[in-house]
Every structure is written in structure tokens, then in C-alpha cells.
């Protein structure tokens, strides 16, 4: 691999020097261009009081392709299933080199909050949302509970 | 005289039309003026003398004594709202100009800080660095995307128009590419709209990117077109024609000349395309033979087989002359079937043959099998078609 280009490393010093509020991002000691990210669930939303794990990774083309970012905590949302996949569209054909680590993370926690059923990946999720939206909201707290409460 | 009264009438014009942007109060007071002002402007001009004329008070009083011939400003195309600037912005914008030409610009998206020059925007003023619009077309035009590249700004619709890519890209092959897929021999996939071009002589398509199987030729789904029964060689008559007017059996007959042109034209170009099929296997069986797979006598099947393909897409490009001039009734469904059937065997002798990765040693293979079955085919049908069609010339 060449070596890492000056976007990754500025982006990089910048995450580490103003992080975003409720988001930690940090490369990986052995690959810098590998992050592992701690997003906290946004308030009044049922994800709230969670911590929830990302995988964050830069492909080569970087910044010309869209990071590949995947939730590694189960997280009970209709646009991410059980792989941890997110259905985002800056994640996939809206990508645009003009946005950053910084932006795809804040989109994510944007997502956690209006989570969108119309265009569900979980489609098991989807479903519950769209029939009994306050059953599904209890659910997600229950698995924000059980799997990302913080210790 | 008059030449220069004019002018001064004319720049006299444009002040009070800005001031009419400053102050519309003020403008309708002018413009209660403006009346009187003609009216004396007209009289004083037949008799007017240099001495006697007044240039401070014609200034003032005048406003717009061309405004008979003058049309009304939302009918002038060119007409825009615009704003005048105060000292302050001007001296603003000057110093961030100086700042911005003389020190550095950042790119936001390689992070780089380069002298303003480097720098290019499509007309939604998004600056990006050359090297970054540079690598950002190699990449889309590498994917396929030729048509509709978008800025790389963040959500930004606005299109890239060819000449700002062409002058940007500093790959010649890659431009050699760009303007093929852009102007000549594409189809775009049915499915996402990538473009894709032949690289061999097979119909039978696949989307690089999604991995769709399509026919070149109907952009149909491959399925349709595999195993039982090849529709695609087959013109559809309509069978009211009789009944419609004139200027409709013309328009069908056109479609119907087109439909196996089009299908003719198809076959001999990618006749050309199996040339370059068969220099492709010529340096794949050296490959392989260089990388232990296989001996050069197993893998021979592949020339065969090549040549056999050359010879039946001969025979098809010309069952399509002949199956436009045939008529109707059982002989040309017969040969219609037939033809189909030949079709589909070619398609899918082409396919195999342009990914054969195996040779036949041992396990049983589709791909030898092929050509015998083809050439059965061919000898039983497809030459006594070529001769039928020769004698029938």
C-alpha cells in the first residue's frame, strides 16, 4: 500500500483533536486506515443511554468511495440488519469525495434517531415498525439494554 | 452634435437606472418627472445650440428620453436583478481575492492547501484540486459511468459536461474510453445503467457491476433466451397489417427491414469480435501451458471450437437476408426454428468459449461437447440454408 494519503491523516488528527459529541472515532494501532468507532445512542430516541460499536473502514480509493462502516454492537433499527449492514445513501451510490468521516458518522447517529421503514434492510424489523411502531420502539430499548449499555 | 447628446443621454440613463435600484421611492418621483422632461427634451432639440445647452441641468432633469423605443425590462432576456455594492463589500471582496490569489486554497477533498490556478469548479462553484477531479473521472469512468458524472460536491446535481472531463482527464486511454462509451458502441444495462460495451463476439451479456444477464441485441433478460425457445431472432409480424393505412405498412416494413439488418450487422461485427476472441485463446493456451494447467493438446478443443464459431456466425449473419425476403407459411417457421435453434447454440457456445477454464481431462465438460452438437447442426441446417439462399439470389 502507498503510503496514507493527507486527507486520511488530517481527517484523522482533526477526529482525535475536536471529536464530534457522542462519537469517538480512533484508527487501529496496526492499520490507520481501519477505526474503531463508539457512537452514543442520540437522546429521545429508544437507542438513548446505549453505546453502540462500529467498525469504520477506508478503502483504497478513499476518498473517492464511500468508507465501508458496520455496526459490530445488535442494534434492534429497521435500515440495519442482523450483520450490522447499514442501508444509508451517502453510504452507497449518494457518496460524494466532499464528505468526511466526520459526516458519515454524524448521518448514522442522524439515522438512529428517524429511523426510516420505507427503505428497511432488516425487513423482519421494518414490518414490526410499520404495524406496532410503539412495540418496536419498546424493542429497541430492550435491545439497547441488553446488548449496548454501557459499563 | 446629436451623436454626443445621445451619448450623454444614454449614460445618463444608466445612472438613474441604478439609482432606481437604490431607491424606489425616489424612482417614482423621477419618474413623474420624466414626462415633463420629454416633452421639453423634444422641443429643445431641433433648435438646440452647444453654448446655450446646459449638460449639469440636462443630467439632472433627464432621465429616460429614450424610453419610447426602450423595452420593457422582463422583456429583455439578458435582464438580471442585481445589487449594487457598497464601498465596504468591494473593499471586502478585493482583500479576500488578494488573500485568496496570492496565499493558498485548500481542496476539500484531498486536504492539500494550492495556489487558486490548481483549482476548477463546474458552475455550482464547488473548487476542486485537478488532481482530485482527475481521479475521481478515472474512477467513474472505470466503473462505466460515462453518462451523468455529477459534481463532486455534496449532494450537487451538476452535470459534468464532456469538454471539462476531457481537458481534466490526464489518461489518454482512459479519454479514448470516455468518448467511446459516450458516443459510439454502448447499451446500458437494463438493470442499473452502467454502460457497457462488446468485447467479443458473444450476445449473451453480463452487467460487470450487478451481474445481470442480458442480450445485447433485445436488452432482454438472458433467461428468455437460454434453453428452450430463442424469440429473439424472430420478427413478429403484424398480423392486421393488410387492414392498416398506407403510411403504416410503410413505417412496419421499415421496422421489419431494420429488425434483421440490425441482426445481420450484429453478427458481422462480432465476426470481427471472434477474431479477437481467438487471439485472446491463442495467449490464454500459452498461459496456461506456461503455468502447468493443462497440456497444449488439451486445451486445442478452444481453437476448435473458436473456428467452428467463426463459421456458424458466417452462416447466421446471412440466414437473416434470407429469412427477410422469405415468405410466409410453414417453410419460414421451419427455418425460423431452426435458425433459433442455431442461435441459441452459438450464443452459448460463445460464452463458454470466451470463460473456458477447464480442459476436458477426465470429467465430462459442456464446452467440448459443444461443438459437436453445433456441428451437427450445422452441417444438417445451416449450410443447406446458405446454399437455399444462394440459389434463391
Known sequence: MAGLPRRIIKETQRLMAEPVPGISASPDESNARYFHVLVQGPKDSPYEGGMFKLELFLPEEYPMSAPKVRFMTKIYHPNIDKLGRICLDILKDKWSPALQIRTVLLSIQALLSAPNPDDPLANDVAEKWKVDEKAAIEEARNWTRKYASAQ | ?393
Not at chain 2, 419618474?31 to 452647444?50: A, I, L, R, V
Not at chain 2, 445481420?264 to 479477437?276: A, F, M
Open chain 2, 1 to 393: 452634435m446629436a451623436n454626443i447628446n445621445k451619448r450623454y443621454a444614454i449614460s445618463g440613463l444608466e445612472s438613474t437606472s441604478r439609482r432606481y435600484k437604490e431607491d424606489n421611492k425616489m424612482s417614482v418621483e423621477m419618474k413623474s418627472q420624466d414626462s415633463d422632461n420629454d416633452s421639453e427634451y423634444d422641443q429643445s432639440d431641433d433648435h438646440m445650440e452647444d453654448e446655450d445647452f446646459d449638460y449639469a441641468s440636462y443630467y439632472d432633469n433627464d432621465t429616460d428620453d429614450l424610453d419610447i423605443d426602450k423595452p420593457k425590462k422582463s422583456d429583455d432576456p439578458e435582464y438580471f436583478e442585481f445589487k449594487l455594492l457598497q464601498v465596504e463589500d468591494v473593499e471586502r471582496l478585493l482583500n479576500e481575492e488578494e488573500a485568496t490569489a496570492g496565499g493558498q486554497h485548500t481542496c476539500p477533498v484531498c486536504f492539500r492547501s494550492m495556489p487558486l490556478r490548481d483549482f476548477f469548479s463546474l458552475v455550482c462553484g464547488h473548487l476542486f484540486c485537478r488532481e482530485c477531479w482527475d481521479v475521481f473521472f478515472q474512477i467513474q469512468i472505470q466503473q462505466g459511468i460515462t453518462t451523468g458524472i455529477e459534481c463532486m460536491g455534496n449532494e450537487c446535481k451538476i452535470l459534468a459536461p464532456e469538454d471539462f472531463i476531457c481537458n481534466i482527464l490526464s489518461k489518454p486511454e482512459l479519454r479514448d474510453k470516455y468518448t467511446q462509451l459516450s458516443f459510439t458502441d454502448h447499451v446500458k444495462c437494463p438493470k442499473c445503467h452502467v454502460c457497457i460495451e462488446k468485447n467479443g463476439g458473444c450476445n449473451h451479456m453480463q452487467c460487470t457491476k450487478c451481474k445481470y444477464n442480458f442480450c445485447w441485441m433485445c436488452l432482454g433478460d438472458w433467461k428468455t433466451h437460454g434453453s428452450e425457445y430463442y424469440e429473439c431472432s424472430r420478427y413478429k409480424e403484424n398480423p392486421n397489417i393488410v387492414n392498416e393505412s398506407a403510411h403504416a405498412q410503410a413505417r412496419e416494413a421499415l421496422k421489419k427491414y431494420l429488425f434483421y439488418f440490425e441482426r445481420y450487422e450484429n453478427h458481422s461485427k462480432s465476426l470481427q469480435l471472434e477474431e479477437q476472441t481467438l487471439m485472446k485463446i491463442t495467449t490464454r493456451i500459452q498461459e496456461k501451458v506456461m503455468n502447468q494447467t493443462g497440456t497444449w493438446i488439451d486445451w486445442q478443443y478452444l481453437l476448435d471450437a473458436a473456428a467452428l464459431l467463426r463459421k456458424c456466425r458466417y452462416t447466421l449473419q446471412y440466414t437473416y437476408p434470407y429469412a427477410y425476403y422469405m415468405e410466409k407459411g410453414a417453410r419460414k417457421q421451419l427455418f425460423e426454428y431452426q435458425q433459433a435453434q442455431l442461435e441459441a447454440e452459438v450464443e452459448n457456445l460463445s460464452w463458454k468459449v470466451e470463460r473456458a477454464e477447464i480442459t476436458d481431462r477426465g470429467a465430462p465438460n459442456a464446452v467440448k461437447r459443444f461443438p459437436r452438437s453445433i456441428k451437427q447442426y450445422w452441417v444438417t441446417n445451416s449450410l443447406q440454408m446458405v446454399i437455399d439462399f444462394l440459389v434463391y439470389l
